[in-house]
């Protein structure tokens, strides 16, 4: 069986987490700090703050920005349920503007028209690893005084063009906070794990310390505290509180992951995108397939695939997707389905009354996704495998 997605552990990494394992340090020790310095070297961010999950690198971006109760947060209705919940988390509505027919990323033009005064910030998600069209966001939010959050779970590693120069992911202006997760079906995996990178000091500290319950050693930093009697004596057990924050660590032995897993990255990317070009070349003349496409043709040699959705016209192959599915997975191949609108989930219905008709293309793509399996460790016979069975499968339909 061919998975849609998966996790690729050699001996290098297996070697540094074990070192991790048995060094003094299980959790918040060297490990740690060396992942976050790699990460922010290979993203080309000033600062960088490793977190337990993606989620948690959301939410803290939400809270480091300053977003709370009386704000609006725009995101893309395709994505995960995380990019939207963190808006939630804070007090915040979480709002969905419909995405573009080309990428399934956000639509600048139609958020413009959508904005609303209270809106605080955009989530940019960079959907299947092609980013958002940051720029143009970030003018848009700039001008109206909100954050750019750039949801880049799906992007890590990749880099865009525009203006003739390639930025990457994480190191470029048109995001304020940039978040990553390293879940194993991620193009990186730390097991669990996130990271949150920024060029801005202010949100970094915030970040940093809210990720350890607001906690703060360093009293030296707050000195307005100092004058109350009970704080005065600042032995070496001394921490101060500033903010409610919470447990949002990451360990060391899956930062240990996370620093030979980065090593291997560019390897990963490498074959990811092979991959995709042997999937487009094959699939191009299919009927009723649309295959990925790129705003930017220039973004092609340095866009970080992370999955690889192909549109199915089920209706026109008089089948549905769950058979078409049922069909494929007998023949050994996996695939899954991302992302369900957020706006139609229940919750979203019921605390904000979105519901069908908010956003038209996302709700009229939705039924045409599908993603085909795509991970470093496929073998060219994998490849050939899911060529050969969905070529077959949609052909079968099509007659
Ligand atoms: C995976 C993912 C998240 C959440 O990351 P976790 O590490 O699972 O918490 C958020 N947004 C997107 C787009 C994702 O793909």
Same mark, same amino acid.
């Given at each position: ?108 033009? /139609? ?249 038209? /293309? ?38």
């Amino acid at each position: 069986m061919i998975p849609y997605g998966k996790q690729s552990i050699d001996s290098s990494d297996l070697d540094s987490v074990l070192r991790a394992l048995q060094s003094d340090w299980l959790t918040t020790g060297p490990q740690v700090k060396a992942f976050e310095q790699a990460f922010a070297q290979r993203t080309g961010a000033r600062y960088a703050i490793a977190v337990c999950n993606g989620t948690a690198a959301l939410h803290l971006a939400m809270l480091a920005c300053g977003i709370g109760s009386g704000d609006r947060v725009y995101t893309s209705p395709n994505t995960f349920l995380a990019s939207a919940n963190a808006a939630a988390y804070v007090g915040a509505v979480p709002d969905f503007s419909d995405i573009d027919p080309v990428t399934y990323c956000l639509d600048p033009e /139609v958020l413009e028209q959508n904005w609303l005064e209270d809106t605080r910030a955009i989530v940019a998600v960079d959907y299947a690893g092609q980013t958002a069209e940051l720029p143009r966001l970030a003018e848009l939010a700039r001008s109206r005084n909100a954050f750019v959050i750039e949801d880049a779970c799906h992007a890590i590693g990749g880099q865009f063009e525009h203006e003739k120069r390639l930025w990457p992911v994480g190191g470029h202006p048109y995001a304020d906070v940039t978040t990553f997760s390293f879940h194993p079906v991620k193009s990186m995996t730390t097991g669990e794990g996130g990271m949150l990178v920024t060029d801005d000091r202010e949100i970094a500290e915030r970040a940093r310390v809210l990720r350890n319950h607001g906690m703060t050693r360093e009293p030296d930093e707050f000195q307005s505290l100092q004058v109350d009697g009970a704080l005065a004596e600042q032995g070496p057990w001394y921490y101060e509180m500033h903010s409610l924050g919470y447990n949002y660590r990451i360990t060391d032995f899956q930062s240990a992951l996370g620093i030979s897993q980065l090593q291997r990255l560019d390897h990963f990317l490498q074959r990811r995108r092979e991959i995709v070009e042997t999937y487009r070349e094959a699939f191009a003349k299919l009927p009723h397939l649309q295959v990925p496409r790129l705003r930017n043709p220039l973004d092609q040699d340095v866009v970080a695939w992370h999955l690889f959705t192909i549109l199915i016209d089920f209706e026109m192959l008089r089948t549905t997707r769950t058979e078409f599915m049922r069909e494929l997975r007998e023949s050994g191949v996996g695939s899954q389905v991302l992302y369900i609108p957020v706006h139609l989930q229940p919750w979203y219905r019921h605390m904000y009354g979105y519901g069908p008709g908010k956003c038209p /293309v996302a709700e009229s793509l939705y039924p045409q996704f599908l993603s085909l399996p795509l991970y470093p460790a496929m073998t060219d016979e994998d490849v050939m495998a899911v060529i050969e069975n969905v070529t077959q499968l949609v052909l079968s339909h099509a007659e």
